[in-house]
């Protein structure tokens, strides 16, 4: 059974659906005003293994990681660009859709983009100012009434007396109680608007994400998730949205389960981009050969638990590239037979899956993968090699062929086919006991990065140091 840390509760909890082997699944994506940096690649990534895991587990999984379009950022980097916000917002969420992929993601089932939900937005911040619990405040700005949800601190566990203000959470003469958030901001000139009753302007940051679960999966959700820093104030936030406009209950929640994916740190400290210490996941995969980048940084950022932070240097990165790099050095030297699809029975199998169950541990389900590295040098087992594949698969490694992601792109000063002719000259020289010439090819080899796996018959894989 898949138990999951449920943030709401502070607890691990058996994993329950709102309908039989069906997962709605939400997880907030980014603000796309630059490219991602590579602790919101660690996000992603973490509710990409989440939902390949339910794929794979039988569920029916519609994931939705939604992408927000309009917003204070956008609009100041725009102005500072001189292009309309639109544009760069269609651009870097395009850049981001192709650095996940470079990543090794899937594409979420959805993708909504905010301001194709402005309509959304508009009827929810209508059914809370009804309730009492949204008011318009004398600057053309409509606020949500934090004080007249009585269950709000809840995801948090803070009274609201001990709350602080937050990131994004704005304080002005203009709301009746400094907690009060914006949730619909009245026009400004030269900035993006649009029509409603209140008046136009643009949608506050909270409101995005309720109408958008709201639209795509109705007015309840299996899982939603996102990094530590959003609990408070923007999960807290879509909670008193979402369950004080449509009379949702702890009985009947707004989320089933809340997952947090914990900080990736620069020199110990939370990498963000208000921080200014943060490498993009552009810059990360372009310094590395372009072949192995994606999967090696993928690696790296799942073989941690998801709820532990995890610590970023190149040094980390290359210690993760050369344990990937062991995998495919072992499944190069058999031909797998082909599994499509996983025999649970089988121990290796069972304590990976029991692994992965037990909320998602990773570092357990890749200790049972390592274990099956060893075993399949010493065994050359094709059955093992397959089982290998099969379950990496589950997590998105191994599918790339051996021979190609250990080579990586090609070799510093020289071709694929150089290196082949040269590898084969020196199988010759040492047929012919000529060790001087055969020597002298390592050597000239090993200068241009080249790295040759030797064995008893001959040379079976050549990578790049």
Request: some cysteine; overall charge negative.
């Amino acid at each position: 059974m898949q138990t999951i840390f449920n943030t709401l509760s502070r607890k691990i909890e058996p994993f329950k659906t709102l309908e039989p082997n069906k997962v709605k699944m939400y997880s907030c994506g980014a603000t796309v005003y630059d490219y991602i940096h590579i602790g919101n690649a660690r996000t992603f990534t973490t509710f990409d293994m989440v939902y390949r895991w339910l794929l794979a587990s039988g569920y029916a999984v519609e994931y939705a990681r939604n992408i927000t379009d309009i917003d204070d950022k956008i609009i100041e980097r725009a102005r500072e660009n001189g292009e309309p916000f639109n544009v760069l917002a269609e651009r870097m969420a395009t850049a981001m859709q192709i650095d996940c992929a470079r990543l090794k993601m899937l594409p979420p089932s959805k993708e909504p983009l905010a301001t194709a939900h402005i309509d959304g937005m508009l009827e929810i911040i209508a059914m809370l100012e009804q309730k009492g619990l949204a008011y318009r405040a004398a600057n053309g700005d409509v606020y949500y009434a934090v004080r007249g949800f009585e269950s709000y601190g809840k995801l948090s566990k803070k009274s609201l007396d001990d709350l602080q203000a937050g990131e994004r959470v704005a304080i002005d003469t203009n709301k009746r109680d400094p907690f009060d958030f914006v949730l619909w901001k009245a026009a400004k000139p030269n900035e993006p608007q649009w029509p409603s009753i209140f008046g136009g302007g643009r949608p506050g940051w909270h409101i995005e994400c309720s109408a958008m679960c709201r639209s795509l999966f109705g007015p309840q959700l299996d899982i939603h998730g996102g990094g530590w820093d959003l609990q408070f104030p923007h999960h807290e936030n879509e909670i008193a949205q979402s369950e004080g406009a449509l009379g949702l209950t702890a009985e009947q929640p707004f989320v089933g389960t809340w997952m947090h994916a914990a900080f990736l740190n620069m020199d110990a400290e939370k990498m963000s981009k208000s921080l200014g210490n943060f490498f993009t996941l552009r810059e990360v995969l372009n310094k590395l050969d372009a072949v192995q980048s994606g999967e090696t940084v993928r690696y790296f950022l799942l073989r941690g638990h998801y709820r532990s932070e995890i610590n970023y240097t190149w040094e980390i990165l290359e210690d993760a590239r050369q344990s990937l790099m062991g995998f495919y050095i072992a499944l190069n030297e058999v031909t797998a037979t082909s599994t499509d699809k996983i025999d649970w029975t089988n121990p290796y199998a069972q304590r990976f899956q029991a692994a992965m169950h037990a909320d998602f541990d990773t570092p357990a389900a890749f200790a049972v993968l390592h274990e099956m590295r060893r075993e399949l040098n010493r065994t050359k087992s094709p059955e093992l090699a397959g089982m290998l594949k099969a379950l990496g698969g589950t997590l998105g490694f191994f599918q790339d062929n051996p021979a190609e992601f250990a080579r990586g792109a090609a070799a510093s000063g020289l071709g694929e086919a150089e290196i082949d002719r040269l590898i084969a000259e020196r199988a010759a020289a040492k047929l012919a006991k000529d060790f001087a010439r055969s020597d002298a090819i390592r050597k000239e080899l090993d200068a241009a990065g080249v790295i040759l796996e030797d064995k008893s018959g001959g040379v079976t894989l050549w990578r790049k140091k």
